[in-house]
């Protein structure tokens, strides 16, 4: 049977960079001094399950990567070695090389060999580099062996590990590292029991090890193995030191199981009878399963169960019929492979077995006994479960596209409900009460249903912050600076769509004041102040925005220099401007104080990109700074992209949505406010201020309002500063979902997207910079005519 | 000569047919999402005439265009009757106006005649052929070019 693995690779992809991000954050913060040996175990496990999950899927180069990295990590995790920042720094490096493997594989670039080559040197190097050139890093497993024992393994799995492949197929090769392996039985979804013959020198404590990912050492059997040649005798003997407790596991965990899985062990069991007669010969993999059951007998009598006991337990699992079963002779008829087995001369005491287990009570018991201990094996094997999976259970993963579906039917729903209200507020309130009240009800529940989908897509902060713990010490150490990251807010949540757009401007503005703000120790210490500069990002909610925060206590921002650049560039500016307008310069193409360009920032190229993709994003970037105290950039963003707080304007017959954002005011024009200049072009006189007066309809060709006194103004500002938008109407203010044009269409000049209205229309959303620039435009050619 | 529809596929299957003033025209069925009446449009400012606007498919945005007006059938009037094909082309939704739909056909390859060369407005790139039914001609229109094509102005240009 062959699985086609590439419609699970996105689901790799995804957990190994959960993985490595984690695993980035764990050494970002770990105590090298003192590091906790739970965070060397977490590092541990996610290096593992990178390394697991990519040789399961092939991908080779990853596995040997992680397979040294884990090498070390585990030569840690055992205090054979001391770690040492310069450990760190190599983890460091190999998770981003691994990143980069991970990237190829989806189709990114190739990662140069000599990284990777490099990266698996340094930690083979650091790894051997105290153990005195006893490499024990590279599995040798026989290699320098002093006593080479044989041992038998016997240990049962809880059945959703056994039923998995790839942990199964991992949990083997980790075992085959520390030893020969001659698997007895492989655990699958019907049997979870695994047992096998190891030829090792090493200890039962490190073969217990490595399977510690899913089961205590308690739960496994080890016991020496006379002869690893020598099979069926010898083997049922060994089974019976396995714990009784773990065979009853089996047959009970099994025994909650649908019909269809029941079908599957019927198989199986069919399967065990043919298979019997040549147990005692070879003793295969699925041999195991009865290999437990007749080996019962000499175990059990300390349990006070009969002997019989076993096969009967067999045959009522495997069949599912226990209970059908009317009494002992009924049930071995169904279990021809049972008395099948009985027959075999492997069995130690068949006569034994007929007549207890055809006395009832015995059967009865049985019964009685057996849930109990299903509940309490099962109990403990899902507490141990949960280790492994913590936060499987409380999350699932779900594709952006599905949400956005969600989103986007329950924004049907809210417009359908809107028609409704609308409908039903014509209807006499007596009559119609009842159905009023429940159109009230209807349009609570929307809501919250609106609330509660939007908020699937928010996403917190930390999503953002926790990459920059990591860029901040880079940089830092590249720069010769001592600086301390802090983070505030994380937990404040935003919009998916802004989370993702808003790491390139935040990293740019993080490495701005790295390298520009905070100063070099010696410099820091001269002024007075902690030789170690802190940066701040701090986030939080102030109203319906998202503050975003970048604070560092560096140098600030250099006034005279600033304004002496600008000049340099031929800006108009002069020193009366107030320093709001000085650092507003900051945002000008291409402008860059630093004398010399760095790999690090200087090149001029930043904060008017930060600028314009902030204001892509409906959001504000506003600089305070303070000479000798630092800067602070403060980012505003909406909530969310999907949603709008809009207000309605109707212009000859048509509704256009201004985002709330940029409006200022709204007013109706006085006759005398409006001034013409240069013929056409009118101004409008509004608090001591001249603002570009645009008539909507002129600019969108709509057979608008002529009479200015008849319309309203909405004073607006964009980008490039305030305008008067001339309206007919003013129509009402609502939150709207945003459509894209695009999506079906194309851009439309002066929109940026449209939304669907109560009554199911469509009414585009302007965009006001857009607009201003196209209004603006048109007087110019109006003058120029 | 074979011919063959854009996605190389010998054009025979089955095939809307719609009226636009008295010519009747064929689109690939497969291309037609569904069809339903006119309702008002949202206009968009600066557009081409045929480009009526914008309507609400159930949540979705959609561009309406006028096809009378594209191919200059006479006046375009809107009533009860006027009918818009929603069409799915490529991963786009888009409906066109027409002035009625009339029929479902099955054609085959071998009875489609290439177009002429008539110098029209409807450019034959656009066109699969004239198919014959029952008397009746057909223009068999490549809705899929057609739509978007560079002139209908209804996708963004290749430079995007």
């Known amino acids: 049977m062959s699985i086609d693995m590439s419609q699970f690779y996105q689901v790799f992809f995804e957990e190994a960079s959960e993985h490595l991000a984690n695993m980035e954050n764990l050494l970002l913060n770990l105590d090298v001094a003192n ?42 995790r055992k ?13 460091l490096a190999a998770g981003d090389v691994l990143r980069g493997q991970l990237e190829h594989h989806q189709g990114g670039p190739e990662v140069d060999n000599a990284d990777i080559r490099d990266i698996s040197a340094r930690l083979t190097q650091l790894a051997v580099g105290e153990a005195g050139g006893g490499a024990r890093l590279e599995t040798a497993p026989l290699k320098g062996s002093d006593t080479v024992r044989h041992l038998r393994l016997a240990c049962l799995f809880p059945p959703d590990v056994a039923a998995s492949d790839e942990a199964v197929n991992n949990l083997l090769a980790a075992l085959a590292e520390l030893a020969a392996v001659d698997t007895r039985h492989r655990p699958d979804a019907a049997n979870g029991l695994l047992e096998a013959n190891l030829t090792t020198s090493r200890s039962d404590a490190e073969l217990k090890d490595a399977l510690a990912f899913y089961l205590t050492p308690e739960d496994i059997a080890l016991s020496p193995a006379a002869q690893p040649e020598e099979s069926a005798y010898g083997f049922f003997d060994d089974a019976v030191t396995a714990p009784a407790d773990d065979s009853y596991g089996f047959f009970t965990d099994a025994e909650p199981t649908p019909s269809g899985q029941a079908d599957a062990a019927y198989g199986f069991f069919d399967q065990e009878s043919a298979a019997a007669p040549a147990a005692a010969e070879d003793a295969d993999g699925t041999f195991g399963l009865f290999d437990d059951a ?33 009494g002992g002779l009924g049930l071995f008829d169904n279990a021809p492979g049972a008395t099948h087995l009985l027959k075999q001369p492997a069995v130690p005491e068949p006569q034994g077995t007929p007549a207890t287990a055809s006395s009832p009570t015995s059967a009865g018991r049985r019964l009685s006994d057996n849930p109990s201990v299903a509940i309490a094996k099962t109990g403990r094997r899902d507490t141990d479960k949960t280790v492994v999976a913590t936060g499987a259970d409380t999350s699932i993963r779900v594709s952006v596209e599905k949400v956005d579906q969600l989103i986007n039917l329950v924004g049907e729903l809210v417009i359908t409900q809107a028609m409704l209200a609308e409908t039903a507020g014509s209807l006499d309130p007596i009559q119609a009460e009842k159905l009023l009240a ?71 503005l993080v ?119 630092g800067t602070r950039t403060v980012i505003r963003l909406p909530l969310t992209l999907a949603i709008l707080d809009g207000m309605s304007v109707g212009v000859g017959g048509e509704t256009f949505i201004v985002p709330i954002t940029t409006v200022v005011e709204s007013l109706q024009p006085n006759l005398d406010d409006i001034r013409t200049l240069a013929g056409d072009s009118r101004m409008m006189h509004i608090r001591g201020e001249y603002l570009p007066f645009i008539a909507l309809s002129e600019v969108f060709g709509l057979p608008g309002v002529e009479d200015i006194t008849q319309g309203l103004v909405v004073v607006v500002e964009g980008e490039e500063g305030k305008a008067a938008l001339f309206v007919d109407e003013l129509l009402g203010q609502h939150q709207v979902v945003i459509k894209s044009l695009e999506a079906n269409y194309r851009k439309v000049p ?23 620039r196209i209004g603006l435009a048109n007087a110019k050619r109006r003058a120029a005519a | 000569m074979d011919i063959v529809d854009s996605s190389g596929v010998p054009a025979s299957g089955e095939y809307l047919t719609f009226t636009l003033g008295k010519e009747e025209y064929g689109i690939d069925i497969l291309k037609v999402q569904e069809i339903r009446g006119y309702e008002a449009v949202t ?48 991963k786009r939704v888009m409906g066109i106006v027409v002035d009625g739909v009339s029929d479902v056909i099955q054609l085959n390859s071998d009875s489609l005649h290439p177009a002429p060369e008539f110098g029209s407005i409807l450019d034959t790139r656009y066109l699969l052929g004239l198919g014959t039914v029952e008397e009746r001609m057909i223009i068999m229109v490549d809705i899929e070019q057609l739509m978007t094509s560079q002139e209908m102005a209804l996708v963004e240009t290749a430079a995007a």
């Open chain 1, 511 to 629: 490495r701005n004041s790295l390298d520009h703000g905070i100063e070099i120790p010696e410099k820091r210490v001269a002024a007075g102040k902690n030789p170690k500069g802190t940066l701040t990002l701090k986030a939080s909610h102030q109203g319906g925005a998202v503050v975003i925060e970048v604070m560092d206590d560096g140098g600030g921002l250099n006034r005279a220099r600033i304004l002496e650049k600008a000049r340099e560039r031929g800006l108009g500016v002069s020193d009366a401007m107030s320093d709001h307008e000085v650092w507003q310069l900051i945002f000008a193409p291409g402008f860059s104080t630093a004398d010399v360009v760095t790999d690090v920032s200087g090149r001029g190229v930043g904060m008017d990109v930060v600028k314009r993709n902030i204001e892509g994003l409906g959001g504000k970037v506003e600089l305070e700074s303070s000479p000798g105290f």
């Open chain 2, 43 to 90: 206009r968009i400012a600066n557009s081409p005439a045929f480009i009526k606007g914008v309507i609400n498919l159930r949540g979705v945005i959609v561009p309406i265009v006028d096809l009378r007006i594209k191919f200059n059938l006479g006046e375009p009037s809107y009533d009860q009757f006027t009918v818009v094909i929603i069409l799915n082309i490529g």
């Open chain 1, 35 to 76: 590091p906790s040996l739970e965070d060397l175990n977490a590092i541990f496990r996610a290096a593992h399950s990178i390394k697991g999950g990519s040789g399961t899927f092939g991908f080779t180069d990853m596995t040997e990567v992680t397979h040294v990295l884990e090498g070390l990590l585990d030569r840690l």
């Open chain 1, 750 to 772: 002066g929109m940026s997207g449209a939304t669907i209205m109560g009554d199911g229309r469509v009414a585009l959303i302007l965009d006001v910079a857009a607009v201003i």
């Open chain 1, 438 to 508: 429940g159109i009230d009800l209807l349009s609570r529940n929307t809501r919250d249903l609106q609330e509660s989908v939007m908020s699937i897509r928010m996403l917190p902060m930390s999503m953002v912050f926790s990459r920059f713990p990591r860029v901040v010490r880079d940089l830092a150490g590249k720069l010769n600076k001592q600086v301390e990251m802090k983070t505030i807010g994380e937990n404040t949540e935003l919009d998916k769509g802004l989370i993702e757009k808003i790491t390139d401007p935040l990293t740019h």
């Open chain 1, 294 to 326: 007749p080996g019962k007998p000499e175990a059990l009598p300390n349990r006070d169960v009969t002997p019989g006991d076993s096969p009967a337990a067999i045959e009522g699992q495997g069949y599912g019929i226990y209970v059908d079963a009317p």
């Open chain 1, 79 to 91: 205090e054979e070695l001391a770690l040492r920042p310069d450990m760190v720094d190599a983890f």
